[in-house]
């Protein structure tokens, strides 16, 4: 068996949580993922998050919602 879109899933979101995490590879289980994180060209706020196994080659790419982080508007404080 291969791996299932799910595992990626699941991998993806460690990423999202920590980019410098290591993720052993779900295919092989021997090495672990060299993480790729390409923001997109145009201004959709994704990013593409390319999982490459350094040990059996396996890869996958995983597109996801960029994180807006810390742009809290407040500009109507006095109504
Ligand atoms: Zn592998």
């Not at 052993?24 to 090495?31: F, K, Q």
């Not at 997109?40 to 990013?47: C, D, F, Q």
Request: glycine share 6%; with cysteine; aromatic share 6%.
């Amino acid at each position: 068996m291969s791996t299932t879109a799910a595992d990626w899933i699941a991998i993806a979101k460690q990423v999202a949580a920590n980019p410098f995490v290591k993720i052993a590879c779900p295919n092989c289980s021997e090495g672990y993922l060299q993480i790729l994180i390409v923001p997109w060209e145009n201004n959709e706020p994704k990013v593409d998050v390319h999982l490459i196994c350094e040990h059996c080659g396996t890869r996958n790419t995983i597109t996801k919602e960029a994180e807006v982080v810390g742009s809290v508007s407040n500009g109507n404080a006095f109504g």
